[in-house]
């Protein structure tokens, strides 16, 4: 019994440190992002479905990118540099793999904080968590030169995301519907 009470301490402590989702992102998110949520798996699944027809490469990439199981982010420390490359699937086009930028995870004290920091497309936000494999990203979508807007600010900049981390050093943010060009968006990080 005392080891079971261990276990359950040591879980609830692990996620302590995340800002959860069933408080503060309900009273964040904008009625246009929380509706992208919720659609979340159709748009996926047809955004998927038109990358198919994309290069041979590019869709190998993808298709080893989404297989990837999402693991526990309870033993994950995302704070640090990192690689990350932007993939574009649906939409104006079937598919388009970017190379590698450059990002960077931070932590306020109150949660973890991403920002690309190269490339001419860029974004800035927080997590919230909504269970152990599955984190809510809110942030804003600007490019290089001009100064970030803070998420809520409209629905040119707002950005909304699923991310999963997928490996012992790798996760992805997955966009649905994103406000330009390809109907899901996955931003694939390393370190």
Known sequence: MAFRQLILAVAIAATATFAHADGVVQKLITPADKARLEKYDATRK????????????????????????????????????????TIKAGGLGPLVVYGW???????DG??????????SQRTKGRFYTESDTRLIYLGSGFVTG??????????DTDQVGYAFRSGPTAWRIEFPAPRY?????????RR
């Open 46 to 85: 047809e955004a998927l479905q038109q990358a198919k027809a994309g290069q041979a490469g590019e869709v190998a990439t993808l298709d080893a990118i989404v297989a990837k199981k999402p693991a526990s982010f309870s033993d994950f420390d995302m704070t640090g540099n990192w690689q990350c490359r």
């Open 101 to 107: 930028f450059k990002c960077k995870v931070t932590d």
């Open 110 to 119: 109150s949660g973890w904080m991403l920002e690309k920091i190269s490339g």
């Open 146 to 155: 001009e100064k970030p807007k803070a998420y809520g600010r409209g629905p």
């Open 181 to 189: 060009e390809s109907k899901l968006d996955i931003i694939e990080f």
